[in-house]
């Protein structure tokens, strides 16, 4: 009976597995194609991620994507992990209350974010653009880096940084030799995650973009008048470097694991 179950729950995954990613290697692989066809392949070429690199809307909207995505994650990281540390030293009462705050934009679909986003804007009669974008992907970034640090800051040895400051440090030293160490593979694991969640977004960018477009928004507005194998060229793009951020992000998690597990390990054999 458990051999069949074993069988059945391998033929399911495998068949969700075809479902998600067959459609993704179809866009890859049709990204290549000499011809305009989006059904058969008649021949390899590089034509259309030239033609892509030489539109000027394209590579604006990449621009915009990077610079926007570069300055949000580096402010949200800055700005979360302050947070979360000044919630480490917070009462229980107030920690409890800022993380379910704090959890609410992160259980949030993103269409509720972007339409209170732009009611906010809305509000404040401040004319949407890359100003009112950027504060978006800040906002709706912010939260995910304090669920990524404060973990990591409650599982610090508090001794480490009292020993620091018994032998000689002052607190601003102890916490760059000490803390920040520490808390680091959460920080940039946090970065990463950021980067790709402000790459990858459409919806909150949509409502609070302007006439600023990103990757996404552009790809959007292309399909709406004709779908092009440009489209797929970028899509390929983009699905390469998120893929290459998310396996960093995983192997500087997995190290920090593997670390942290050999430290316990060596405090055990004592």
């Not at 259309?48 to 030489?54: C, N, P, Q, S, T």
């Not at 800055?78 to 480490?88: E, K, P």
């Not at 404040?124 to 504060?135: E, P, R, S």
Request: proline fraction near 4%.
């Amino acid at each position: 009976m458990k051999k069949k179950t074993s069988a059945a729950s391998k033929v399911i995954l495998t068949l969700t597995l075809l479902f998600f990613y067959l459609p993704i290697l179809y866009i890859i692989v049709f990204s290549f194609n000499d011809s305009r066809s989006l059904t058969k392949f008649s021949g390899f070429s590089l034509r259309w991620y030239e033609k892509m690199f030489a539109d000027s809307t394209m590579m604006e909207a990449v621009l915009y994507t990077v610079i926007i995505a570069v300055i949000a994650t580096v402010v949200a990281t800055v700005v979360g992990t302050i947070t979360a540390i000044g919630l480490s030293k917070s009462r229980k009462v107030v920690q409890k209350m800022v993380e379910r705050i704090n959890d609410l934009p992160v259980m949030n679909p993103d269409i509720v974010t972007a339409i209170s986003l732009l009611m906010f804007f809305s509000v404040l009669t401040v004319k949407k653009g890359f100003g009112t974008l950027l504060i978006a992907h800040i906002a709706f970034n912010v939260p995910y880096v304090i669920f990524n640090v404060s973990p990591k800051l409650k599982q610090l040895d508090i001794k480490l940084y009292e020993a620091a400051l018994d032998l000689g440090c002052d607190p601003r030293q102890a916490f760059f030799k000490v803390i920040l160490p520490e808390i680091s593979p959460a920080i940039l694991s946090a970065f990463l995650i950021c980067l790709t969640y402000s790459i990858d977004d459409f919806m909150i960018s949509y409502f609070n973009c302007g006439t600023v477009e990103t990757l996404p928004i552009a790809i959007y507005s292309m399909t709406r008048k004709k779908v092009s194998p440009e489209i797929y060229a970028l899509s390929t793009i983009m699905f390469v470097v998120i893929l290459s951020v998310i396996l960093v992000s995983n192997a500087m998690e997995s190290r920090s694991y593997r670390r942290d597990q050999k430290t316990l390990r060596k405090e055990g054999a004592r």
